[in-house]
């Protein structure tokens, strides 16, 4: 998508203003940036074929830490997979947070979670 509209989805937006804008923006030399953002045609079936939760359990008794955001379009997949998830595991969600604040917005990362999970099962 090069630019919004009227119509344009909520969560097109959201990627939108993320990877078309200067904050996650990445134009390698010799690209354009007509294409720079764009899956590749075979993206979208390598994603069909392969589901990441299916065998989810057989990483316990690894603990799990599930961070997202309560506002993120990818928090039904966040608590699917910890649902599926065998223990130990954790779930946070992060108050006011998206699916791309995530990747950058430090003030809304978690650390201190990160830093009490990892705490407590690396210790």
Not at 87 to 93: C, D, N
């Given at each position: 998508m090069q630019e919004l509209t009227a119509d344009t989805h909520p969560i097109q937006r959201e990627f939108?203003?993320?990877y078309r804008t200067p904050r996650g923006e990445f134009t390698p030399p010799g690209a354009t940036r007509l294409t720079s953002t764009h899956p590749t045609l075979t993206s979208n079936v390598n994603f069909m074929n392969f589901y990441p939760f299916n065998d989810i359990e057989t990483i316990s008794p690894r603990p799990m830490l599930f961070i997202t955001g309560d506002q993120a379009h990818s928090r039904e997949f966040s608590k699917d997979a910890y649902r599926r998830a065998a223990?130990?595991?954790?779930?946070?969600?992060v108050a006011g947070?998206?699916?791309?604040?995530?990747?950058d917005r430090a003030n809304l990362i978690p650390f201190d979670?990160?830093?009490a999970f990892f705490n407590r099962y690396l210790a």
């Open positions: 939108y203003d993320f223990e130990p595991k954790e779930l946070h969600y947070a998206g699916h791309v604040d995530l990747y979670t990160l830093a």
